[in-house]
């Protein structure tokens, strides 16, 4: 990069950064939904029950919610990045 193009005030569309964040959160939201579908299976199915406590249920019911909650904020970063790549091919 030269000098002329730093001083110009434009911003530059940082392409690699942009598809590494879209790449990383398609993979937090990959884990995420993994998890919580295993968990899933666990809480519906009784498996993983070692004390039969109704705490232990809601709380992997509770880490189920917080799991897919997260992959959701994953999937829309990664749609954000995704658009502002769309974007920048489309020249706007």
């Known amino acids: 990069m030269n000098r002329r193009h730093l001083g110009s005030g434009e911003s530059r569309f940082d392409l690699d950064g942009?598809?590494?964040?879209?790449?990383?959160?398609?993979?937090?939201?990959d884990a995420f939904?993994?998890?919580?579908e295993n968990l899933i299976e666990q809480c519906w199915?009784?498996?993983?029950d070692?004390?039969?406590?109704?705490?232990?249920?809601?709380?992997?019911?509770?880490?189920?919610?917080?799991?897919?909650?997260?992959?959701?904020l994953a999937v829309r970063a990664a749609a954000y990045a995704g658009e502002a790549i769309a974007s920048r091919?489309?020249?706007?």
């Open 50 to 72: 070692e004390d039969d406590d109704d705490n232990s249920v809601t709380r992997r019911r509770n880490q189920v919610a917080h799991l897919v909650e997260s992959a959701k």
């Open 18 to 29: 942009t598809l590494y964040v879209l790449r990383d959160n398609l993979g937090k939201a």
């Open 33 to 36: 939904i993994t998890v919580a």
């Open 89 to 92: 091919r489309r020249g706007a």
């Open 45 to 48: 199915d009784g498996s993983g």
